[in-house]
């Protein structure tokens, strides 16, 4: 292949994907500046050189997963079934309710929006901006390192663990707790994204971080299971798997139980959404190395997939 360049077949798989991806993208999500930004990147990476092209192969579990994520505005998942608002937060109250000193009986959620901690509020935000980008360098980690096949295991079940969750999201649409405080338990379609307990951090550091995250986030109510709580558990799953250093799973470690605390303390979540999250987690990782691996024909597919972005 002369200067790198893929052979025909990849070449039409690429830009026939890419053509795909934005032209549905386009007709059912609408067009964002970063849409066209991503596939220009790809698209460059993709037919620049072969050790690029081979970084795009293996980022496609992470593609995949972005564009999933995209895609579900496509069919908004409170059309689907119905929004529980009501009944999630009862049973959470029923299980994990903390009673006040009147007698009055409280979510942990509702306790912690009374019982603030400037340090607590600080690390809520450090910790929440490390749900996806820390997963990511890890993996990343992975495969710079030159270990392929322990890269293709953790991000392929980083994907299934996401599209698992995002079939919960389907099957029981829920409302998240600061729903519950901002608007009563009336499921409103189109309501928007509220920083909650994190706006505690975007005003004592002046950057906006969350208040720009969430204000543009239009479907609310996927709360259950709580995905921030899947992605760095399953990174210290795979850390743990593969002998990583012990500082990669203390860091997992620590970063995967203040996440769990956070999406509680900010009302971002119910303790019953970081425990489904916690199954996913596990779920994905049980389905995917004691299910699928011992599927003969899977596992070729790995092998050769492992070899394609090793060579």
């Known amino acids: 292949m002369a200067l790198g360049l893929p052979n025909r077949r990849e070449s039409i798989i690429c ?3 890419l053509i ?38 293996a ?20 059309t689907v079934n119905p929004v529980d608002v009501a009944g999630i937060y009862g049973t959470e109250k029923a299980w994990f309710g903390i009673a006040g000193a009147d007698g009055t009986v409280l979510t942990p959620n509702e306790f912690f929006a009374i019982h603030r901690c400037t340090v607590m509020d600080f690390m809520a935000g450090v910790f929440y901006l490390c749900w996806v980008p820390v997963p990511i360098f890890f993996g990343l980690w ?15 079940v980083f994907l299934l663990v996401n599209l698992i969750g995002f079939a ?48 543009r986030n239009a479907n609310v109510f996927a709360a259950v299971p709580s995905l921030h709580s899947a992605y760095t558990l399953v990174a210290l799953i795979y850390a743990v798997r593969y002998r990583c250093s012990a500082v990669w799973k203390v860091l997992l470690a ?58």
């Open 59 to 78: 980022l496609l579990p992470f593609i995949v997963f972005g564009i999933s994520y995209d895609w579900m505005n496509i069919v908004p998942n409170y």
């Open 142 to 156: 992975l495969y710079f390192r030159g270990r392929s096949e322990a890269y293709l295991h953790f991000s392929i």
């Open 168 to 215: 919960g999201y389907y099957i029981h649409p829920a409302a998240p707790p600061w729903y519950v405080a901002s608007h009563g338990f009336e499921a409103i379609p189109g309501t928007h994204g509220e920083v909650a307990g994190l706006g505690a951090f975007d005003a004592m550091t002046g950057l906006g971080i969350f208040d720009a995250l969430y204000a």
């Open 20 to 57: 795909f991806w934005l032209a549905v993208t386009a007709l059912c999500v609408g067009f964002r500046p970063e849409h066209p930004a991503l596939a220009l990147l790809i698209f460059g990476l993709f037919f620049a050189a072969p050790a690029s092209r081979r970084l795009v192969v």
């Open 15 to 17: 830009v026939a994907v």
């Open 254 to 311: 620590v970063i995967t139980a203040g996440i769990w605390f956070t999406a509680v303390y900010t009302s971002h979540h119910y303790i019953i959404d970081v425990c489904l999250g916690i199954a996913c987690a596990f779920a994905g990782f049980i389905v995917f190395e004691y299910t699928l691996m011992k599927i003969p024909a899977f596992a070729r597919f790995m092998g050769r997939y492992a070899a394609y972005i090793s060579r």
